[in-house]
């Protein structure tokens, strides 16, 4: 079929359909449209987009004040130990992650506003557009402090001897303690995330099996500025602002198979763990301390067990 | 004696100017409804539907010297609508089989089964070909006509054509058992 013939039987095909001028029923009624009354005719309607932000901006206030009233409350959350006016000493500044109740019923609240507002559009890429957007957003705020927020700035431990870092290797550590003798681990963190941070305690989940040394305690410096030992006080729950930082004292115990010998080897810290908690979300958390601390234990300790072996059989004085 | 006469009233109030656009284009955007949509009754409530959005955003449009293709693109934001609703529950067109006379077929007969294998490939056109289609061969209007009331590029539009056209072409050959 030429291009001609086609067009001719297409325009004969739709000068069929051309029923000539407006009827003057469908003329009326939309002489009436500007009389109908404003709840049909005139009432404002907001995009869908504009729905579904506006929908993010109240769950966002709503949760938000929730989770701000919630963190005003120090101590409340998992079994933070903090109590002001305690000072550092074995036990003190422990948190553990409380359940995620809020966020969670935020996430089931914001996922209802988004089903609510995906069934209202019609199928087509408006409706995925809207789709991907609340995933995007729903996941965003799931995964929340996912990620380590904190990167160390100062450190400093005692008793310890500092081996500095060579091209291949960061700073070391090299404490040198007893059985069960105490030792104290100076950080400071600094919040790298764009969202404000909650500091809840050290993480006693994450202390390693058997006669190890670990963490017993955490305290922190009253002011940030003081970066020395004795500036130790109580710890408390403390919401770090982006671009913030805290000092922490990280009280140590060496543990039953700490010191040296000709079989023993060295048992490393190089993360601290932490619980912290952003937008409502109270996770366990490993900050790396960019340096090495290492504590010589004895490999011939009864209480070793197979498997417990963090440690790193080369000889302490290296 | 003083002679008087009646001095129109201005148009003033947002109600009446919309009326009176709408009247003015009313005849245009009907037959447009009409010609996409292949049902004059289904024409008159998309042409209502579409008076009613356009109430309600009247206010924000600046040109009233645009009202023509502003209305056009809302009408035919609800023809293809209706279309797409129309696919998923699928209609089939009786053919009627009148008689059109001098426009160069060879015999009735074979008019008609012209006509009813392009109407069947012109139904199982995407919405947006129907549509670009209909304003072209329908209601003749330029390229860039239909851009403007489609809200979508000259260069767009005319690959719809393009496109359309041999969809069309390919189904009419197979009707017709012939490869022209």
């Known amino acids: 079929m030429t291009d001609d013939r086609l067009e001719r039987s297409l325009r004969a095909l739709l000068g069929e359909r051309d029923p000539g001028p407006a009827p003057e029923g469908v003329r009326r009624l939309v002489a009436q449209v500007p009389n109908e009354p404003p709840a049909h005719a005139q009432r ?275 | 004696m003083l002679a008087t006469r009646t001095i129109p009233r201005p148009v003033t109030s947002r109600a009446e100017a919309f009326s009176a656009l709408t009247d003015r284009h009313l005849d245009g955007a009907y037959r447009l409804a009409a010609v996409v949509l292949d049902d004059a009754l289904e024409a008159e409530d998309a042409v209502h539907d579409a008076a009613i959005a356009a109430w309600r955003s009247f206010p924000q449009l600046r040109d009233p010297a645009r009202f023509d293709a502003w209305f056009s693109r809302i009408v035919v934001n609800q023809c293809r609508d209706r279309l797409r609703a129309r696919r998923r529950r699928p209609v089939v067109a009786l053919i009627t089989g009148r008689d059109h006379g001098q426009d160069g077929m060879p015999d009735p007969s074979e008019r008609v089964a012209t006509r009813d294998a392009l109407g069947r490939a012109f139904s199982v056109l995407d919405p947006e070909e129907q549509i670009v289609v209909a304003m072209r061969f329908g209601r003749d209007l330029t390229v860039d006509d239909i851009a403007e009331r489609m809200g979508i590029p000259s260069g767009t539009v005319k690959s719809r054509l393009h496109h359309s056209l041999g969809r069309l072409r390919t189904a009419l050959a197979i009707a017709e058992g012939s490869d022209d």
Not at chain 1, 49 to 71: D, E, H, N, P, Y
Not at chain 1, 149 to 175: C, H, K, M, N, W
Not at chain 1, 265 to 288: M, S, Y
């Open chain 1, 44 to 318: 404002p309607r907001l995009g869908v987009l504009a729905q579904l932000a506006a929908a993010v901006v109240v769950i966002a206030v709503t949760g938000g004040f929730v989770l701000a009233t919630m963190s005003g409350r120090s101590g409340e959350s998992g079994e933070s130990t903090g109590a002001s006016g305690l000072p550092l000493r074995p036990g003190v500044g422990l948190a553990s992650p409380a359940a995620p109740v809020i966020p969670i019923v935020v996430v089931l609240l914001a996922g209802a506003v988004a089903v609510a507002l995906i069934v209202r559009v019609r199928p087509g890429p408006a409706r995925v557009a809207i789709a991907g957007i609340a995933v995007a957003l729903i996941s965003a705020y799931v995964s929340m402090g996912d990620r380590v927020a904190f990167r160390v700035i100062a450190f400093g431990a005692q008793p310890a001897d500092r081996l500095l870092a060579s091209e291949a290797t960061a700073d070391r550590y090299l404490v040198r303690v007893g059985q069960n003798e105490p030792y104290r681990l100076f950080v400071t963190i600094f919040n790298d995330a764009a969202e404000t941070v909650t500091v809840l305690g050290l993480d006693p989940g994450a202390a390693p099996p058997g006669p190890a040394p670990h963490f017993v305690g955490l305290g922190r410096t009253v002011d940030s500025l003081d970066m020395t030992f004795d500036a130790a006080g109580a710890f408390e729950p403390v919401g770090l602002a982006s671009g913030d930082w805290l000092s922490l004292i990280v009280l140590g115990n060496a543990g039953p198979c700490a010191g040296s010998n000709d079989t023993g080897g060295l048992f490393v810290h190089d993360t601290l763990p932490l619980v912290t908690r952003i937008a409502g979300w109270e996770r366990p958390i490993q900050v790396p301390l960019d340096v090495e601390v290492t504590i010589p234990v004895r490999g011939d300790c009864p209480e070793w067990s197979a498997g417990q072996s963090r440690i790193a059989l080369s000889n302490p004085g290296k």
